[in-house]
């Protein structure tokens, strides 16, 4: 059984810093793709940072300099740090394992809540 859980996620004011993490298990972690998505109310829910197997990241425009996505393989667990965060910021954040390799293989924790206010 796939499971990714999420943790870090809490309320934080504008300017501060948090760290979320995703322990993945039931994968073979270091062949997958992982990425954080998030959602806000009403909204889509959009890619924040994915990193490939191999360490390639990529980010969205407007967590770019201010977010960094990493993975620990000997952990099964990727991290995101935000910093600099922003009232827009506020979302729930998931965690997403994904792989293609003749199909797809993709799977999601059930989120951690992000809420930067003061």
């Known amino acids: 059984q796939v499971q990714l859980v999420e943790s870090g996620g809490g309320l934080v004011q504008p300017g501060g810093s948090l760290r979320l993490s995703c322990a993945a298990s039931?994968?073979?972690?270091?062949?997958?793709?992982m990425g954080w998505y998030r959602q806000a109310p009403g909204k889509q829910r959009e890619l924040v940072a994915r990193?490939?197997?191999?360490?390639?990241?990529n980010y969205a425009d407007s967590v770019k300099g201010r977010f960094t996505i990493s993975r620990d393989n000997a952990k099964n667990t990727v991290y995101l740090q935000m910093s600099s965060l922003k009232p827009e910021d506020t979302a729930v954040y998931y965690c997403?394992?994904?792989?293609?390799?003749?199909?797809?293989?993709?799977?999601w924790g059930q989120g951690t809540q992000v809420t930067v206010s003061s």
């Open positions: 039931g994968i073979l972690f270091r062949i997958y793709t």
């Open positions: 990193i490939t197997s191999g360490g390639s990241t």
């Open positions: 997403n394992a994904n792989r293609w390799a003749g199909s797809l293989s993709d799977y």
